[in-house]
């Protein structure tokens, strides 16, 4: 890997790190379920501007404070409201969507729609417990959801259903990372990762970055790096390589060539005990026609490049 890249995993893991940067309004706040959340906006904050409502959870034990480290995003990118809602921690609990804490996150999404020019999807990131909320609340509630990024969660649900199709989605775990997350789980976190992916490869046609790192139970810089990859495909409907490959093209042009652009290689992705020959883009992404036509979608909401 050549060494900028390494440079900007460090930059972006050393920010996701340090907690919220000054120049971000930072705002804690009530749902209509009485719970707290964390809400951050940027200070210049432009009229009339539509921003992505973006959400950090966080994991067993903690708060929506800082938003799961995602605070800061509102200061490196110009479209973004950032919440962290602090969900049940005591039971019913909110890694399983348990205390109404899907709909409780709903209703913040109601009520800031109602103060703020919002998309009308949220995109989500989650580590650990976090990931087992976020992958979750996706797969309920697909129609609200542009693109989710989950890792390492302690559990995962086994059956995606077709309608997450139409999503964004990087997911992962560290090799190391052999733990139950409580007595009773049925099996590890690493294992967990591998029967769900093993659901979604069988399943077909997901837009999908899996990956593994080499780490326990922490978030490594791959963790940082594709979190924001996948937040940018998400929300511009473009993959990386094709928005270098379309700049300063007419919105005809654009799509003509995206059209075109149909070419799949062979990787292989190996999660440590299966190994799977992934058909995938000039990314590393696998691609889905669900999720190809919602994002032809977004890219005319959005008007990518105009």
Not at 14 to 33: H, N, Y
Not at 160 to 174: E, F, H, I, M, R
Not at 210 to 219: C, K, N, S
Request: hydrophobic residues 35%; aromatic residues 10%; contains cysteine.
């Amino acid at each position: 890997m050549k060494t900028h890249n390494w440079m900007k995993r460090f930059v972006l893991l050393l920010v996701l790190s340090i907690g919220p940067m000054l120049g971000a309004k930072e705002e804690q706040r009530k749902c209509g379920m009485g719970r707290d959340y964390w809400l951050y906006t940027p200070d210049n904050m432009v009229p009339n501007k539509i921003y992505w409502l973006v959400v950090g959870v966080h994991g067993a034990k903690g708060s929506g404070k800082g938003a799961a480290g995602l605070a800061r995003w509102v200061n490196e990118m110009d479209n973004v409201i950032v919440i962290g809602p602090s969900f049940p921690i005591n039971g019913p609990y909110y890694q399983g969507l348990g205390g109404e804490s899907d709909r409780q996150l709903l209703e913040i999404q109601k009520t800031l729609q109602k103060e703020f020019k919002l998309r009308g999807k949220m995109f989500l990131y989650g580590f650990s417990g976090g990931s087992q909320y976020s992958h979750r609340f996706a797969i309920k509630h697909p129609e609200s959801v542009i693109g989710v990024s989950a890792h390492s969660g302690g559990s995962w649900d086994l059956g995606v259903p077709p309608a997450a199709k139409k999503l964004l989605w990087t997911v992962s775990c560290g090799l190391k990372d052999t733990g139950l997350s409580t007595p009773d789980a049925k099996q590890t976190r690493i294992d967990y990762f591998r029967s769900f992916y093993a659901g979604m490869h069988q399943a077909k046609g997901f837009t999908c970055k899996p990956f593994v790192t080499e780490q326990g139970h922490q978030a490594a810089g791959e963790v940082a790096v594709n979190t924001s990859e996948c937040f940018r495909v998400a929300t511009t409907g473009m993959f990386d390589y094709q928005l270098e490959a379309t700049k300063g093209m007419l919105t005809a042009q654009r799509e003509s060539w995206i059209m075109k652009d149909t070419q799949l290689a062979d990787k292989t992705f190996d999660d440590g005990k299966n190994k799977y020959v992934l058909k995938v883009n000039k990314d590393g992404w696998t691609v889905g026609n669900d999720a190809l036509r919602a994002m032809a979608e977004t890219r005319k909401a959005v008007s990518v490049g105009n």
